[in-house]
């Protein structure tokens, strides 16, 4: 059977889309290296410097990481049990916790974030600053795209 043809402008975008997508991979080794010594994970990073950016609700963490509210409550319960974050009352939701670190969680993350410095130095300038925030304005502007036009939902034939 033969591919569909696709514009020019069509195949570019694929081809960028596919190239995201294989970047998450790398990006997920090396998060998950640069949080071992810290006994993390990248998904525990994530969260971590969620509840870090403010005190949040798990659904409000999994909104803002683009990930499932229960996949971050099994995170964010594992940090809870190990002392790395705390449940706090959420004035606005009697239910719905807000998450914020504890002592042991904020040098968890520091330590995490001076490994990444090193490492996102090394490689920004490798790459270069003006080049980096290109994509970064693109990735973000994509992003905004798919959100006003996301992908039809399959008919049901």
């Given at each position: 059977m033969k591919d569909p043809d696709?514009?020019?402008a069509g195949d570019a975008f694929a081809e960028f889309a596919i190239s995201v997508l294989r970047l998450a991979g790398p990006l997920t080794q090396a998060g998950d290296a640069l949080a071992k010594p810290s006994g993390q994970t990248s998904a525990r990073w994530q969260v971590l410097a969620a509840a870090n950016h403010a005190p949040m609700s798990v659904a409000d963490a999994a909104r803002a990481?683009?990930?499932?509210?229960?996949g971050v409550q099994r995170i964010a319960d594992l940090l809870e049990a190990e002392g790395l974050i705390a449940y706090r009352d959420n004035p606005?939701?009697?239910r719905a916790k807000l998450m914020v670190l504890t002592a042991a969680g904020e040098t968890a993350l520091h330590?995490?974030?001076?490994?990444?410095?090193?490492?996102?130095?090394?490689?920004?300038?490798a790459l270069g600053e003006r080049r980096l925030r290109q994509a970064s304005a693109l990735i973000a502007e994509v992003i905004e795209v798919l959100k006003e036009r996301p992908a039809p939902e399959p008919s049901e034939d």
């Amino acid at each position: 059977m033969k591919d569909p043809d696709r514009t020019p402008a069509g195949d570019a975008f694929a081809e960028f889309a596919i190239s995201v997508l294989r970047l998450a991979g790398p990006l997920t080794q090396a998060g998950d290296a640069l949080a071992k010594p810290s006994g993390q994970t990248s998904a525990r990073w994530q969260v971590l410097a969620a509840a870090n950016h403010a005190p949040m609700s798990v659904a409000d963490a999994a909104r803002a990481l683009g990930l499932a509210r229960q996949g971050v409550q099994r995170i964010a319960d594992l940090l809870e049990a190990e002392g790395l974050i705390a449940y706090r009352d959420n004035p606005t939701h009697q239910r719905a916790k807000l998450m914020v670190l504890t002592a042991a969680g904020e040098t968890a993350l520091h330590d995490i974030k001076e490994r990444q410095a090193a490492w996102a130095d090394g490689l920004g300038g490798a790459l270069g600053e003006r080049r980096l925030r290109q994509a970064s304005a693109l990735i973000a502007e994509v992003i905004e795209v798919l959100k006003e036009r996301p992908a039809p939902e399959p008919s049901e034939d």
